[in-house]
């Protein structure tokens, strides 16, 4: 079993920056996929970012690329993503994701991810 837990969620006001910590538990850290989704009040959860095991892979939702960064200290257990230019659109609650096994997760639907965290909440004043 995996458990996550994020950090690092806020008030910001816009054009401003966040970085959010995401801890995992369990071995073979290194071996998952790792990402974040996000849910806004009354919508869809959200595809942000994704990480390959190795950390060479990355990908992000076109809403985010530029702006944020997803990265990963493997010999900590920890994925990072860093929030640059936030926009009050970018408010939501940013939750922490896990594959089971695969090294890549090329989907982006919230089902491909095994494991999920609760969430930090962050949120952008304009």
């Known amino acids: 079993q995996v458990q996550l837990v994020e950090s690092g969620g806020g008030l910001v006001q816009a054009g401003g920056s966040l970085r959010l910590s995401c801890e995992a538990s369990?071995?073979?850290?290194?071996?998952?996929?790792m990402g974040w989704f996000r849910q806004a009040p009354g919508k869809e959860r959200e595809f942000v970012a994704v990480i390959s095991g190795n950390g060479y892979l990355t990908d992000y939702a076109n809403s985010v690329k530029g702006r944020f960064t997803i990265s990963r200290d493997n010999a900590k257990n920890t994925v990072y993503l860093q929030m640059n230019s936030l926009k009050p659109e970018d408010t939501a609650n940013y939750h922490c994701?896990?594959?089971?096994?695969?090294?890549?997760?090329?989907?982006?639907?919230?089902?491909?991810?095994?494991?999920w965290g609760r969430g930090t909440q962050v949120t952008v004043s304009s």
């Open positions: 994701v896990a594959d089971k096994s695969r090294g890549w997760v090329a989907s982006k639907i919230p089902s491909a991810f095994d494991y």
């Open positions: 369990g071995r073979t850290f290194s071996a998952r996929a």
